[in-house]
């Protein structure tokens, strides 16, 4: 299988965080899906409490990424992961621990806190361990990135028939695992002395304005892709009038993944740069929401109306697994190799900053459809976010903002980021 045979090419870290992703996304989508409805049928709160217990899990998340990734290269990755798995055990074992507002204010927040330490450190890890091989790597993360996102679900739902406690338990226990598992295999980096403090750090970055411009280009990848559990999901639904539809958009793009991830990643590394394969895969996936938009609003739910659904769904994983290992390539090359993870980091806080934003722009525009009647309004937002975001990646790529692809040596002088046609 090449998933297996390109996997023994790189180191034994880089393996082992391989499957630790599949672990973390397996043990935290095994967990989180249900977290509200546990916390709304279960324990009697509110809905106003349960927005913010899960509030205070995205904001310690998606707000202290920053700091995960200036962490990581302050303090060495190896030691951040493994702190962030072990939070992560932490916090998802206090879910388990009972029922009390500030036992589950605390667990919110200490697996959030997780996250925003181990995404931008084990990404800085997997740039640091395969070198040339980046978008390669990337791409086998991807792979076992949907598969763990795929399983968790299953076995939530089967833990669930005993109880919440029971899906927590063992959420905290595959955590727990895995922080062994990091303990005792995981190399750690030399962390170069840094030259300058954390805020100089973040000044040079916050200040690197073609990074700061192909994030924000970027908001439609992470906007579009966050459709896969909000408009598809009810797309699916009110088109079959099945609701274990939903199940199959998910398994059609895991195993799509699996069979073609690595096969497009190669392909296109040999054909052309990283800026033009993120715009391409922006493009794609704005394209996906056409297909649904024929069947928005039918009179009548069919079993053939999901194939559209499907096959939107499809187009929108098509151009995930094109642009996103590019991305994830690209981010380094923007400045020092050893302010990868701040890089990260702040990539990531902008991404979490637009997801947020697209979600809640098409949930409007899907209330406004419900009630004005333009059904093909939601999809058509996502179709021009998704050219919009192409447009924007293709016109830094023409301009030569964008970076070919290989980080600069860590001694580089901040000067050096300066592209080849200033950005005004």
């Given at each position: ?127 640091q361990e395969a070198g040339a091989r980046k978008a390669e790597a990337f791409a086998l993360f991807n792979v076992f990135a949907t598969t763990g996102a795929l399983l968790g679900p299953l076995l939530g739902t089967l833990l669930l028939l005993v109880d919440f406690r029971a899906a927590a338990v063992t959420a905290a226990g595959v955590f727990a695992v895995l922080t062994l598992a990091q303990l005792l295999v995981l190399p750690a980096h030399k ?28 908001v439609g990848m992470y906007g579009l892709e966050n459709q896969l559990y909000l408009l598809l999901p009810r797309a699916a639904t009110e088109a079959s009038g099945w609701s274990g539809s939903v199940g199959l958009l998910f398994l059609a793009g895991t195993v799509a993944n699996l069979l073609f991830q690595l096969r497009i990643t190669r392909a296109l590394k040999a054909r052309g740069s990283s800026g033009r394969w993120i715009a391409t895969g ?143």
């Amino acid at each position: 299988m090449k998933i297996v045979s390109s996997m023994r090419g790189f180191p034994l870290a880089v393996r082992l965080l391989l499957v630790n992703q599949l672990g973390v996304n397996t043990g935290f989508y095994l967990l989180i899906p249900y977290l509200a409805t546990h916390l709304t049928d279960d324990l009697g709160l509110s809905a106003a409490v349960v927005g913010i217990v899960l509030g205070l899990r995205n904001l310690s998340q998606q707000g202290l990424f920053l700091i995960g990734g200036s962490a990581a290269d302050r303090l060495g990755a190896r030691g951040v992961i493994i702190g962030g798995c072990a939070l992560r055990t932490l916090g998802f074992g206090l879910f388990a621990l009972g029922d009390s507002l500030p036992l589950l204010l605390a667990a919110s927040i200490l697996s959030g806190l997780a996250g925003a330490l181990f995404n931008p450190a084990v990404r800085t890890y997997v740039a640091q361990e395969a070198g040339a091989r980046k978008a390669e790597a990337f791409a086998l993360f991807n792979v076992f990135a949907t598969t763990g996102a795929l399983l968790g679900p299953l076995l939530g739902t089967l833990l669930l028939l005993v109880d919440f406690r029971a899906a927590a338990v063992t959420a905290a226990g595959v955590f727990a695992v895995l922080t062994l598992a990091q303990l005792l295999v995981l190399p750690a980096h030399k962390v170069p002395a840094p030259d300058t403090g954390v805020l100089g750090d973040w000044r040079e970055v916050a200040g690197n304005r073609r990074f700061l411009v192909f994030s924000c280009a970027m908001v439609g990848m992470y906007g579009l892709e966050n459709q896969l559990y909000l408009l598809l999901p009810r797309a699916a639904t009110e088109a079959s009038g099945w609701s274990g539809s939903v199940g199959l958009l998910f398994l059609a793009g895991t195993v799509a993944n699996l069979l073609f991830q690595l096969r497009i990643t190669r392909a296109l590394k040999a054909r052309g740069s990283s800026g033009r394969w993120i715009a391409t895969g922006l493009g794609v996936m704005g394209l996906g929401f056409l297909p649904p938009m024929l069947v928005a609003g039918s009179a009548t739910a069919h079993a053939l109306h999901l194939l559209p659904v499907l096959a939107g769904s499809l187009l929108l994983h098509l151009g995930v697994m094109v642009a996103q290992p590019f991305v994830m390539e690209l981010i380094p090359a923007f400045g020092r190799a050893n302010l990868t993870g701040t890089f990260y980091g702040l990539f990531y806080a902008v991404s979490g900053v637009a997801a947020a934003a697209g979600s809640a722009a098409i949930g409007w525009s899907m209330d406004t459809a419900g009630d004005t009647g333009l059904t093909w309004l939601p999809y058509g937002c996502c179709l021009a976010l998704g050219l919009v975001s192409a447009a924007a990646v293709a016109h830094l790529q023409r301009q030569g903002v964008l970076p070919l692809g290989q980080a600069p040596h860590p001694t580089a002088p901040a000067s050096a980021d300066r592209p080849r046609s200033e950005i005004r």
